[in-house]
């Protein structure tokens, strides 16, 4: 629902959306779910109506509370929403006058509305403000006992006896790059050889979260439903407790940790020649910044200096090889808030882009992609990263907007991401960023899916998400395959059928719940 009082009904596996007058919402709210029927066509197009709400809303409803004898009136903030929600509410006792409340409802839908309230907060705390927005858009912000209970239960001592009989790396100099204020690192590298003198190998190393968190688990069930770690401007909502998130599944240096990791062997001309994929431990030498790394690639002497120019050779020949077979490369810096003490906003500062960044996307590309088309091969369970071909009319508007901020040439009939990088601008002007911006916004959001249709960006297909088990539940998931089906010698254990294997925690339903989580965290 909007602001001005229409509303538009999202039809799963339909690209279009359905308009709602603002007469026939049939009392339906922002969120929920509803059945609708054509209304009637008009010049702009046809129109639609609810005609029957099955299930209220998930999100939370932020407001202020009035009492209207045995009932309530909910008067919410957000213009999504009515002015006013008559509704009979649970616990508005314990609401002081006038306080701000967030109201959860109960999904069944009855008349009048049920509610209860959710959390009381105090007045004009900034520093409730992310927290207000999360909960607002229905994330979880607790985690169950059980699963706090079942990461508990892991120690230091559990790493030990799982690490025998796995690959052991922990003699090799690996190597994480992370933010400077990363709170947890599910990615390391290492690198075997020099490619200034011919093929390397490189080991992508990644968290092997599925060690601790197993299927039909209350760990399991609390990570499928946040469906992703959730970063907001002064703190983050992990998609796993501390223990596991920030502690052993998390690869800080200096201590043994398991993982599952793909060994690619490269020319230093970026060609893949070989690849295998193995549970491994490692010991990370060192955690570095974006910027430490970067320092260190401007020095020419040091162990770890000589290791990460040779990672750093082949991530650019990587990306060459990776932009000469398609995709679209758009320059889009990220900003992000600086808080004072008391969580006011006081800067907005833009995160600077140095080849570190580059070096670690493509690696974690290159792995992706690598377990993705072993998936697609086998025609294993896997939730590929997708990504569709714009609409035309989508691609028209940029088209136009792109004219009017100074560009030039023919509407391009797109079959490839390639053939927007002539519209793409690479400057640095606040014009150049607006256009990069609304070619953006010009194209599919990326989701997941059981059906690997490609990904239109990346110019790829058999592309999934592998490398960060800890905050996206996707990668997690697909780590059990890889775990089960993929890694070396897998083929010679006997084992269930991959699709009854997966069919509790990957199947249709996770892939929608992931790609709606991912949305509601942005």
Same mark, same amino acid.
């Given at each position: ?14 690209? =279009? ?66 002015? =006013? ?15 701000? +409340? ?7 839908? %009855?008349? &009048? ?12 705390? !900034? ?28 120690? =230091? ?14 003699? $090799? ?7 400077? $204020? ?12 020099? !490619? ?5 190998? +490189? ?34 909502? &992990? ?5 596991? @998130? ?16 793909? %060994?690619?062997?490269?020319?230093? =001309? ?68 600086? #808080? ?17 960044? @580059? ?30 071909? &714009? ?13 009017? #901020? ?23 002007? &606040? ?11 010009? #194209? ?23 490398? *960060? ?26 084992? !269930? ?5 997966? *069919? ?9 719940? @992931? ?8």
């Amino acid at each position: 629902r909007t602001r001005f009082g229409y509303g538009f009904v999202r039809v799963e596996d339909e690209p =279009e959306d359905l308009f709602i007058p603002p007469f026939a919402m049939g009392g339906a709210l922002h969120g929920d779910r509803v059945r609708a029927g054509f209304l009637e066509t008009r010049e702009q197009g046809d129109a639609h109506e609810v005609i029957e709400v099955l299930e209220r809303t998930r999100y939370g409803i932020i407001g202020r509370l009035e009492a209207r004898g045995r009932e309530t009136l909910l008067l919410p903030e957000r213009p999504e929403y009515p002015r =006013e929600i008559f509704l009979h509410l649970e616990g508005r006792k314990s609401v002081p006058r006038g306080a701000r +409340v967030l109201v959860r409802l109960d999904p069944t839908p %009855v008349d &009048p509305i049920q509610g209860r309230v959710g959390t009381i907060f105090e007045e004009d705390d !900034p520093r409730e403000d992310s927290l207000l927005v999360a909960m607002e858009e229905g994330l979880d912000i607790a985690f169950d006992p059980e699963a706090l209970a079942e990461a508990a239960a892991h120690d =230091e001592q559990s790493v030990a006896r799982a690490a025998r009989g796995r690959e052991d790396f922990r003699n $090799d100099l690996v190597v994480t790059i992370d933010p400077a $204020d990363a709170k947890d690192h599910d990615d390391a590298l290492s690198l075997h050889g020099d !490619p200034e003198r011919g093929p390397c190998e +490189v080991g992508i190393h990644i968290a092997d979260v599925t060690h601790y968190v197993r299927p039909g688990s209350a760990l399991d069930h609390d990570a499928r439903e946040r469906g992703c770690s959730v970063y907001l401007a002064d703190q983050a909502l &992990p998609m796993l407790p501390d223990a596991l @998130s920030g502690g052993l599944c998390s690869l800080t240096d200096g201590v043994d940790r398991l993982t599952v990791s793909v %060994v690619a062997t490269l020319t230093p =001309e970026g060609d893949l020649t070989g690849a295998r994929i193995v549970e491994g431990v490692i010991r990370s030498a060192a955690s570095l910044s974006y910027e430490d790394a970067a320092a260190l690639l401007r020095e020419r002497s040091g162990v770890m200096a000589v290791a990460l120019h040779g990672l750093d050779r082949l991530a650019r020949a990587l990306k060459k090889r990776r932009l000469e077979q398609g995709g679209l490369e758009l320059d889009l810096p990220e900003v992000r808030p600086v #808080l004072d003490a008391a969580g006011e906003p006081i800067a907005f500062r833009e995160r600077r882009q140095l080849a570190t960044h @580059s070096l670690i996307e493509e690696f974690m590309l290159l792995a992706n992609q690598i377990v993705g088309r072993r998936a697609a091969a086998r025609e294993l369970p896997f939730l590929y990263r997708i990504h569709e071909r &714009p609409r035309y009319d989508k691609l028209r508007s940029f088209v136009e907007a792109a004219r009017y #901020l100074g560009r030039s040439g023919p509407m391009p009939i797109v079959t490839e991401a390639k053939q927007l990088r002539t519209w793409a601008s690479h400057g640095q002007t &606040p014009r150049d960023r607006l256009v990069n911006l609304y070619l953006l916004r010009a #194209l599919e959001k990326a989701r997941y899916d059981l059906v690997d249709v490609g990904h239109f960006g990346l110019g790829m297909r058999g592309y999934a998400h592998f490398t *960060s088990p800890i905050r996206r539940y996707p990668d997690l998931a697909n780590h059990r395959i890889v775990k089960r089906f993929l890694v070396e010698d897998a083929e010679k254990r006997p084992g !269930p059928d991959p699709w009854v294997f997966a *069919s509790g925690w990957l199947n249709a339903a996770v892939a929608a719940r @992931s790609s709606e989580a991912e949305i509601a965290a942005d």
